[in-house]
């Protein structure tokens, strides 16, 4: 069965009449209006039935309501609890988390693919430890002197303490373990002492590894007064350094520099072991295959809870929007994900992407993102596509879909702001591989400020979500209002989407260049900066 143009009109017609009805004496704006059509307190469960409202941005986002996206949160929640409170990749909680989706969309008539990929799993089995047994001996304390950086490789390993090319003081520019040639003549069996800066975490421990080092402790740089304690940091899903690794404060590391014959002892109690995780995939039936809108969330959480804002709040969202799209007739086929180990460092998205043939690619005009969309704190968000704000544009087409949300906000006179481009989630690959993308993002350790809380309502000086990454990320953690105005808005730009995506066509063809296509596409895509995050863990 096919709508017609007429249908369509009929559809739209009828629509607008509908939302004109609730007009109390014609004295409600365009906005309130569309606030009370999009956000009743209660619709009719006969209203989305039948695809006419499903089919149309001005219809579809009354038909995703908060009520259940909620429900499949208490789901996943669900899920969690019976699974050792977090539902992280390579875990039982993730497999049911799959479990849950692939059987509520195979239910719902569509085909699903599960795509497996490779990754490390990495848990922590206990406390570090961190000691100087010589000349004299020092305890240092967990998580407060020193931690894990993530993905290390677990250990017992003793050894003499050497620093490795450090630059100390205010203003330092250093690229201590950067280069294999920092650990020239390095002793093996020896404990390297390497300074934050310039390249990765990850770059400087393997560096230490083939040189022959039995560990290594990363110190912070101490160029500023910001970067001088213990972070959040990772090694990176690819480590291949094979040793230990811990991360220390400033102090530490250059009182250490300062003394001969030190001795180190360093203890990682952790799991980290080759697995496998895995991807859903699921597309409607309608709509050109080559002319594809994809959209997709994070299904899995971090290890320390349950993650149901981050990321049940935009996978719930997703599998509720793939629910009201399976009546709907789209021209262009809604294809939608949800990516594993994202906590892990986008493993699932970017191997996602790089299987992908350069025709494949180039039959995705665009990615839309949703990694956190019920903030309890929430600000609404929307990926900078344009580079307005933070100086840094998405590839061409990135700037149409910023202005489609913004269309969307606008509309019902709601206060948004433009979010950096910061690779800290699923969009990272896309981004690389020249395909518009745009999104939205409710906030996550950022902390408000008095303008926002003006703007958007809620607590300035508090974090937008305060359980980021924590155990306290449960069921309560989650904001009704934001998942229904995030939610709508989802709806509104895959609606609008799914039947033109003219206005991402026209940049990417006023942005093509006469020079020969390189791959699928000729595009003028911006370098990018280099990520400093994976989630919440720094990465240099």
Not at 233 to 239: E, I, P, Q
Not at 263 to 283: G, K, M, P, S
Not at 475 to 504: M, P, Y
Request: glycine letters at 10%.
């Amino acid at each position: 069965m096919k709508i017609s143009t007429a249908s369509h009109t009929l559809a739209l017609g009828s629509l607008l009449f509908a939302i004109t009805a609730q007009a109390d004496s014609g004295h409600k704006s365009t906005a309130d209006l569309l606030n009370d059509f999009w956000s009743p307190d209660h619709i009719s469960r006969f209203e989305c039935r039948f695809g006419i409202l499903n089919s149309t941005p001005f219809g579809l986002p009354r038909c995703m309501q908060a009520e259940n996206i909620k429900y499949h949160l208490d789901m996943l929640y669900g899920i969690a609890q019976a699974n050792d409170g977090n539902r992280a990749a390579g875990l039982a909680g993730y497999q049911a988390s799959i479990d849950y989706v692939k059987s509520t969309l195979e239910s719902a008539g569509y085909d699903v693919t599960v795509q497996p990929f490779p990754f490390n799993a990495f848990y922590p089995s206990g406390d570090g430890v961190l000691q100087a047994t010589a000349p004299t001996p020092m305890e240092y304390v967990w998580e407060e002197d020193f931690t894990y950086l993530s993905q290390t490789e677990p250990g017992d390993v003793t050894g003499m303490a050497v620093p490795v090319d450090v630059q100390l003081g205010a203003g330092n520019t250093s690229t201590s373990g950067c280069e294999p040639e920092d650990f020239a003549d390095f002793p093996a069996g020896a404990i390297a002492v390497v300074q934050r800066g310039a390249c990765s975490f990850g770059q400087k421990a393997s560096n230490a590894g083939a040189a022959g080092a039995a560990g290594v402790v990363i110190f912070n740089q101490g160029d500023t007064d910001d970067r001088k304690g213990v972070i959040s940091a990772t090694l990176g899903d690819d480590y291949a350094g094979g040793i230990p690794a811990l991360f220390t404060t400033y102090d530490i590391g250059a009182a250490w520099v300062a003394q001969s014959e030190l001795e180190l002892r360093l203890v990682a109690d952790v799991v980290r072991e080759q697995t496998e995780t895995f991807n859903v995939i699921a597309q409607t039936k309608r709509g050109d295959p080559d002319n594809v809108v994809m959209t997709g969330a994070h299904l899995d959480s971090v290890f320390e809870g349950a993650g149901i804002n981050d990321n049940g709040s935009g996978s719930a969202g997703l599998l509720e929007l793939a629910l009201q799209m399976k009546r709907a007739y789209p021209k262009n086929k809604v294809r939608f994900a949800w990516w594993g180990a994202e906590e892990a460092g986008l493993v699932g998205s970017t191997y996602y992407v790089n299987s992908l043939s350069d025709e494949e690619k180039a039959k995705i005009k665009v990615y839309l993102n949703y990694d956190m969309i019920g903030s309890p704190n929430f600000g609404n968000f929307i990926y900078d596509g344009d580079g307005s704000d933070f100086d840094l544009a998405g590839p061409p087409g990135s700037a149409a879909t910023e202005a489609l949300f913004e269309k969307y906000f606008n509309l019902r006179e709601i206060a948004f702001e433009g979010t950096e481009i910061s690779f800290r989630s699923d969009y990272a690959q896309f981004f690389e591989d020249g395909i518009a993308f745009g999104g939205l993002f409710t906030g996550a350790e950022g902390i408000k400020t008095e303008e926002q809380a003006a703007k958007f309502g809620g607590e300035a000086g508090v974090a937008y979500d305060p359980c980021y990454h924590s155990a306290c990320d449960d069921i309560t953690n989650v904001d009704d209002l934001a998942l229904e105005i995030n939610g709508d808005a989802a709806a509104f730009v895959t609606s609008w989407l799914s039947l033109s995506t003219k206005v991402i066509d026209d940049e990417i063809a006023a942005a093509e260049t006469p020079e020969p296509a390189i791959g699928a596409r000729s595009l003028q895509v911006q370098q990018k900066k280099e990520p400093t995050h994976w989630g919440d863990k720094w990465v240099r």
